[in-house]
């Protein structure tokens, strides 16, 4: 169906989804079902982190397991096949004072929208490290749960003193051979009942006072480079030999160009009401990461894209 035009800059549609990944991509094909005629615009990251994980062992329906690129792949072209709109470009800008919702695309285009899904995501936190992008998916992670089965009997290292790299380390002793907590503090930051959960692993050794400071290997990481007490006198260099390195320092919610309008918490990540995908402004939906600090996973996301479709075509109907 052909989206209405104004002029050549701008153009209405009823549901305009920002942001692909298991959330946008469902969204779409629910919202397609539901005739709302979805356009969705892919982001910077076109198919969401998913991209950057090497293959998906725990998504129901791919019992050999899936590449995360080839996987959503197959999320596009199931909405595609429904008739979403699914193009490339950025939200660079959003008012949503008022109904219609309008959104800048890239800077230049404006799209108004009946309602709009927000499922752009959330990106981990890495050091900085030119070496975390050459490892990436060939021992760089930034998610225990997605990645932790292929380090069963191995060494690996978690990056982090909180909450998350506490659960993370725990989550990786049940799998890996040894679990190093790379610490830059000298205490843990996480609360007192995930610090004595890590005390009592046995596996899990905390290095306080390392900071990474590069990774080595050949065809995947094999060790990485420390420093302890970086800068004092009593400095110290070592390296590490490890077969994976876990970053949990947390994630940063896309929500940048919302954040005027929409409610978020003090991390950013997007406020939801009534167990809903519902936010506080009516006719805008979230799914997915953006507003998932607990579970940041695929079937969470996608789950999510269900329900906030569902939500928009309740919204458009008047139920």
């Not at 397991?65 to 709109?85: N, Y």
């Not at 030119?130 to 998610?143: F, I, L, T």
């Not at 110290?236 to 876990?246: K, N, T, V």
Request: aromatic share 8%; charged share 25%; hydrophobic share 40%.
């Amino acid at each position: 169906m052909k989206k209405e035009t104004d002029d050549m800059n701008t153009e209405k549609v009823k549901c305009l989804i920002i942001g692909s990944g298991p959330a946008g991509y469902t969204a779409a094909i629910y919202a397609s079902r539901a005739n709302l005629n979805p356009v969705l615009y892919e982001g910077m990251e076109p198919g969401g982190q998913l991209t950057t994980t090497t293959v998906v062992e725990n998504f129901p329906g791919y019992p050999d397991g899936v590449g995360g690129v080839a996987m959503m792949d197959d999320f596009r072209k199931q909405a595609a096949r429904f008739g979403a709109d699914i193009r490339r470009g950025v939200a660079t800008d959003a008012d949503l004072s008022a109904r219609p919702f309008t959104i800048t695309i890239d800077g230049e285009r404006t799209i108004t929208a009946e309602t709009l899904i927000i499922a752009t995501g959330a990106t981990a936190k890495y050091l900085g490290l030119p070496d975390e992008r050459k490892y990436a998916g060939m021992g760089v992670s930034a998610c225990a749960t997605c990645d932790g089965f292929f380090y069963r009997r191995k060494v690996v290292a978690v990056v982090g003193g909180g909450d998350t790299a506490c659960e993370e380390a725990a989550y990786l002793s049940t799998l890996a051979r040894q679990v190093y907590m790379i610490v830059r503090k000298p205490h843990l930051r996480a609360s007192e009942i995930m610090q004595e959960k890590v005390r009592k692993t046995d596996n899990i050794e905390v290095l306080f006072e390392h900071n990474v400071t590069g990774l080595f290997g050949e065809k995947g990481v094999e060790g990485a480079h420390l420093v302890r007490r970086a800068g004092e006198a009593d400095e110290e260099r070592r390296d590490l030999a490890i077969d994976g390195l876990f970053l949990a320092i947390g994630h940063t919610p896309n929500t940048g160009i919302f954040r005027k309008w929409i409610t978020v918490d003090a991390n950013g990540y997007i406020v939801t009401r009534g167990g809903k995908p519902l936010t506080n402004v009516e006719g805008v939906f979230a799914a997915g990461d953006v507003a998932d600090p607990d579970y940041r996973q695929a079937v969470t996301a996608a789950a999510s894209g269900c329900r906030a479709a569902l939500e928009a075509e309740r919204y458009v109907a008047g139920r």
